[in-house]
Structures are given as structure tokens and as C-alpha cells.
């Protein structure tokens, strides 16, 4: 590095935003995660003894320290470190790297550490360009992601690697690096006469979302926007810390692992009859940019799933609240969103519709049976061959019902679906008890034969090899 680039670095650091400048040095300054950096923990220990001989990657939300603990892994090895940002660098960069890596291996017997922000950003081929060189050591790697790793990053790379989780941090953390920056002299703002309000410290740690880059720029904002008064005094009271940080960071990412976690504690909370716990998260949903469509196709699904005959209504509330939102948009188009959701958390419950499910597991494991030959379509083979003869029309009887064969001649008696006794369910499980009984009766059938109910486990796997079978 030359005179100038020397100077260019220097006057880069000292401009550098303020989250980029309190960027902790040393595991002593490094602030949350006890978990995975406290005394004593395995990473800890690794980095204070540089022995960091495998790869690892650092999984956490926006501002949890994912960037910040690779840099103090760098200021403590002895290792070359080398950083790359995925949205940035292809394979051609890579390659580069690995090529130096190479020669600095063969004339120094020096490692290499590289670090990868955003890895989820590299495509299956990135990835893989990568793995043989982690597999025979010539590179550590450190990857940092925001996504759930074992979908966005490969599995070879991820079973070579070492995850470590990273959340949102605690209040009190913010609250500390808040102190920090306002004390420092050398990275923050400890040379200059800064007042923050115990109440706009608090509103600024409150709506910061567990995220300390968002509540360090929000900090930065509030400094540089108030000019100081005639002692050189700068007072950042509850308004100008409101005006800085005016949302809530809320941690949402449409494609990521906050969203499917958040529509799936909604759908739990509806399907756990929690109508409080389903608007709080339809709320976070919603406040972060959700498309209501998505939240809707879902409670059509769960009417179907986890209501079903129970309250026949459920299937009709949730899609005329979906046509309704259709027609209205929003902001008032939120109405009809939030009293389906009301409506279906408050309905009695059944998922009984999962029955289809056993029928279908039992088709795939033992084949299809033969369709009677009295239910056969009598329109075309009727003569010849006797399709649909014997066939009895149930209009012409007595309670519109007779009792006769409709499952195949192996499996009478079999029983798949199996009603609640919840909400208007209970009234279809006594008719229903009553035709089963005149059905074996005239029958034969000594028994039935239920169907025992599916593990959730054996639920996942038939409803894959549904999907599957029907191209979904």
C-alpha cells in the first residue's frame, strides 16, 4: 500500500458511518451473544486461541454482530483474512482469492481465512466452487447469512461447516452500545457535548428492532441533524430520536425465514384458537409489507384444514373475505382480513378433512382396487357387459338413502374418515354412525376396519409424495 492509499484508508475510517466505525476490535467489546462468544463457549475459545482450523457459519438476523465477529476474528489471527461480499463477487473473484491462497500456502505455510458476507447470495454453482478447496484446507471459510443455512447454502459446504446462531439482541445490548459510541472519543462522539435524554435513549433501544446498525444510524442521525447551542451543547430529546428512528425495525424479509416464521406463528395461533396471538402477528405481518393475498390463501387453507365440517362456514368466511379484499384494496380492504382471521381463531376446531390423506397413503402402498361393476358408468357398456346394472339411485328411498357397496369388494368396512365431535360436526358424526351401521348390515360387514390416524411425521411424508404425484 502506497503513501496515497495509506491516506485514502485513513480518511475512509474516520468518515465511515458511525456503525461501521464502533464495529467492535476485540471480543471484550463485542456486545451479545453470550451464548455462542461468552466465557468458556467453543467459538470463544477458538478465536482467543487462533485454532479456528475449520470452517463456521454465522446465522443472525441484520445487526446481531454476524459482520462485526468476523472482524475480530481478523484483528486476532495469524491467518490471512479475506473478505468478499456475495452480492458483489462471482466466480471469477473467487477464483482469484483461491489462487493466492494457493501460492501464500506453498512459499509462506500461511492460512487463509475467508470470510463471505451474504453467502445465501451465491448460486448453487458459486457454492460449489468453493467446496474443494474448504475440503483439503486450503481455505477456512466464514460465511455470515441472514437465511435459514440449511436451505440457502449447500449441503456439502454446510456439513463441513460448524453453524453458529446469532439473535436479534437484548435491549440492555443496545442500550450498551448506545453508551459506547456516546463515550468514545475516538470512534464516537465522546469529543463533542452530546445530551441523550433518558427518554430518547429508551425510544431509540425500544424501535431498533434487536438490530445495532439500525439503532447506531438512527443515533448518528439524530447527532449530525441538531446543531449544538451556544455552549457547544447538542440535546437529542424524545422528539428528534423520534423523527430518526420513526418505525420500528421489523425483522421481515418476504423470501426468508421471517417471513415463514411469521405466517406460520399466525396460522398456529388461529389454529390454536388464540384470536389475540393471530392479530398480533397478522399486525407484524401487515405493519412489515406483507401481501394480504398471501395471509388470506393461507386461512382458505387452514378453513379447509383445521376447521372443516366443524364449522362448514369457516371455507365460505375466509373466501368471500378474500373476494372482498379484491374488490375494497386497502387500507379498508384490512376489515374483512381481520375478521376472518377473528372468525376462523374463534371457530370450533377439526382437521378430520385430513382424512383424504389416509385414503391416499393406503392407495399409494397398495394400489388401486377395482371400481364395482354396479358403479360403473352405464352409459356406454351397459348391454355388453353389465356396467351399472344393480346399481340403486338413493332419491328413490326413504331418507334419500339405502345402504350399498361403494368401496371395492377388499376393502368394505374400511373406515378413513372419522368426524369430531366439535361445533356442526357432531351432528354429521350421529347421521353418519347411523348409515355406517345399516351399511354393514345389509352387507355383511361384521366390523369396521378405521383407519388408525397418521403421525405427523407419516403426514409430511404422504402429503410430499402427494404434491409429488400431482406436480406440485
Same mark, same amino acid.
Given at each position: ?300 387453507? %387452514? ?5 372443516? @365440517? *366443524? ?6 368466511? =375466509? !373466501? /368471500?373475505?378474500?373476494? &372482498? +379484499? ?10 374483512? %382480513? ?5 372468525? @376462523? *381463531? ?6 378430520? =378433512? !385430513? /382424512?383424504?390423506?389416509? &385414503? +391416499? ?112
Amino acid at each position: 500500500m502506497n503513501l496515497f492509499d495509506q491516506v485514502m484508508q485513513k480518511a475512509l475510517s474516520s468518515e465511515a458511518p458511525l456503525a461501521a466505525r464502533m464495529r467492535p476490535r476485540t471480543l471484550d467489546e463485542f456486545v451479545g451473544q453470550e451464548e455462542i462468544v461468552g466465557p468458556g463457549r467453543l467459538l470463544r475459545r477458538l478465536i482467543e486461541t487462533d485454532r479456528l482450523f475449520s470452517s463456521i457459519i454465522l446465522w443472525g438476523p441484520p445487526g446481531s454482530g454476524k459482520t462485526s465477529l468476523a472482524m475480530v476474528i481478523a484483528n486476532r489471527t495469524e491467518s490471512y483474512f479475506q473478505t468478499l461480499s456475495a452480492v458483489l463477487a462471482g466466480k471469477t473473484e473467487l477464483k482469484e482469492v483461491i489462487d493466492q491462497a494457493i501460492e501464500r500456502r506453498k512459499l509462506y505455510r500461511r492460512r487463509t481465512i475467508l470470510f463471505v458476507d451474504e453467502v445465501h447470495r451465491w448460486n448453487k454453482a458459486q457454492q460449489d466452487a468453493l467446496l474443494p478447496h474448504v475440503e483439503n484446507g486450503t481455505i477456512v471459510f466464514i460465511g455470515a447469512t441472514t437465511e435459514n443455512p440449511y436451505f440457502e447454502v449447500i449441503s456439502p459446504l454446510v456439513s463441513r461447516s460448524r453453524i453458529f446462531q446469532l439473535l436479534p439482541l437484548e435491549d440492555h445490548h443496545i442500550r450498551m452500545i448506545l453508551e459506547r459510541a456516546l463515550k468514545d472519543p475516538e470512534r464516537g462522539y465522546g469529543k463533542r457535548n452530546i445530551v441523550l435524554t433518558e427518554e430518547a435513549l429508551d425510544h431509540l433501544v425500544r424501535f431498533a428492532g434487536g438490530d445495532a446498525r439500525n439503532a447506531l444510524n438512527a443515533l448518528e442521525l439524530a447527532v449530525e441533524s441538531t446543531p449544538p447551542d451556544e455552549e457547544g451543547k447538542a440535546v437529542i430529546d424524545l422528539a428528534i430520536a423520534q423523527e430518526s428512528i420513526q418505525r420500528r425495525a421489523v425483522l421481515y424479509d418476504q423470501e426468508g425465514d421471517a417471513h415463514y416464521d411469521t405466517i406460520s406463528a399466525f396460522i398456529k395461533s388461529v389454529r390454536g384458537s388464540d384470536p389475540d396471538a393471530a392479530l398480533y402477528w397478522l399486525a407484524k405481518m401487515l405493519y412489515a409489507g406483507e401481501d394480504p393475498r398471501f395471509i388470506l390463501r393461507r386461512l382458505i387453507i %387452514l378453513a379447509g384444514e383445521d376447521i372443516g @365440517l *366443524a364449522d362448514p362456514l369457516g371455507l365460505v368466511i =375466509a !373466501t /368471500a373475505a378474500a373476494q &372482498a +379484499f379484491d374488490y375494497v384494496g386497502l387500507p379498508e380492504g384490512i376489515y374483512p %382480513l381481520v375478521e376472518a382471521t377473528l372468525y @376462523l *381463531a374463534t371457530a370450533p376446531k377439526s382437521n378430520s =378433512a !385430513t /382424512a383424504y390423506f389416509k &385414503a +391416499f397413503e393406503l392407495l399409494e402402498r397398495e394400489g388401486a382396487g377395482p371400481v364395482p361393476r354396479h358403479l360403473q358408468d352405464s352409459n356406454r357398456d351397459r348391454r355388453a357387459l353389465g356396467h351399472g346394472v344393480d346399481y340403486l339411485y338413493p332419491h328413490e328411498h326413504p331418507d334419500h338413502f339405502l345402504p350399498q357397496q361403494y368401496l371395492p369388494q377388499p376393502l368394505l368396512g374400511m373406515v378413513f374418515y372419522s368426524p369430531s365431535e366439535q361445533g356442526y360436526e357432531a351432528v354429521v358424526k350421529e347421521r353418519l354412525e347411523r348409515w355406517r351401521k345399516a351399511q354393514r348390515e345389509a352387507l355383511g360387514i361384521t366390523e369396521s376396519k378405521e383407519v388408525p390416524p397418521l403421525s405427523p411425521e407419516q403426514m409430511q411424508e404422504i402429503k410430499r409424495k402427494h404434491h409429488s404425484a400431482r406436480g406440485i
